[in-house]
Antibody, heavy 122, light 112 residues
Framework: QLQLQESGPGLVKPSETLSLTCTVS??????????WGWIRQPPGKGLEYIGS???????YYNPSLKSRVTISVDTSENQFSLKLSSVTAADTAVYYC??????????????WGQGTLVTVSS | QPVLTQSSSASASLGSSVKLTCTLSSGHSSYIIAWHQQQPGKAPRYLMKVEGSGSYNKGSGVPDRFSGSSSGADRYLTISNLQSEDEADYYC??????????FGGGTKLTVL
């Protein structure tokens, strides 16, 4: 059974780059059955999709964040990562990693990581 | 790209039933959606998928009190015999091809 766990700094300064890692257990990130994704939730607000990556490195990013987002995969560590550049206070949020099946049409997110709060402040 | 619309809030009494709605935008009424539950302070949890036909499939461990249905562009989540632990935010999710994902704004359910 897949389990995902986010890790990374809880505080990032404005204009710097936010970096998070998601460690996958209970399965291989190299599996061709799954995509690996990031979602965020600002305090008191709803969910926002950031992007997804396939084990091959193929990515899709939310157009609203695309210019600042990079998602990568490290098959040797069974991890995937998120980098968000030029952050502002508006990027303060709980960041979740999650997986979804690659085969259409069953592409919903399941399971989810527990989430990690990242605050952007000087 | 599809847009999902949800009411911001709903309320119902303990032991009663409630039906939450997620509406797909024009041109996307056939799309499958997924419902997720987010209890206070916790990560979202997948509940079920609901198809345009009205069929639904629940995730592992989801109580029988939860069911799904559909009518046109509307996808529903019905919770029967409401319990206090059902007080949560409920989000719908859909996707355009494998990875173009969209979430609704969420419905905050209060159990009275």
């Amino acid at each position: 059974q897949l389990q995902l766990q986010e890790s990374g700094p809880g505080l990032v300064k404005p204009s710097e780059t936010l970096s998070l890692t998601c460690t996958v257990s209970g399965g291989s990130i190299s599996s061709n059955n799954y995509y690996w994704g990031w979602i965020r939730q600002p305090p008191g607000k709803g969910l926002e999709y950031i992007g997804s990556i396939y084990y091959s490195g193929s990515t899709y990013y939310n157009p609203s964040l695309k210019s600042r987002v990079t998602i990568s995969v490290d098959t040797s560590e069974n991890q995937f990562s998120l980098k968000l550049s030029s952050v502002t206070a508006a990027d303060t949020a709980v960041y979740y990693c999650a997986s979804h099946l690659a085969a259409a049409p069953n592409n919903w997110f399941d399971p989810w990581g527990q989430g990690t709060l990242v605050t952007v402040s000087s | 790209q599809p847009v999902l619309t949800q009411s911001s809030s709903a309320s119902a009494s303990l032991g009663s039933s409630v039906k939450l709605t997620c509406t797909l935008s024009s041109g996307h009424s056939s799309y499958i959606i997924a419902w997720h539950q987010q209890q206070p302070g916790k990560a979202p949890r997948y509940l079920m998928k609901v198809e345009g036909s009205g069929s639904y499939n629940k995730g592992s461990g989801v109580p029988d009190r939860f069911s799904g249905s559909s009518s046109g562009a509307d996808r529903y989540l019905t919770i029967s015999n409401l319990q206090s632990e059902d007080e949560a935010d409920y989000y719908c999710e859909t996707w355009d091809s494998n990875t173009h994902k969209v979430f609704g704004g969420g419905t905050k359910l209060t159990v009275l």
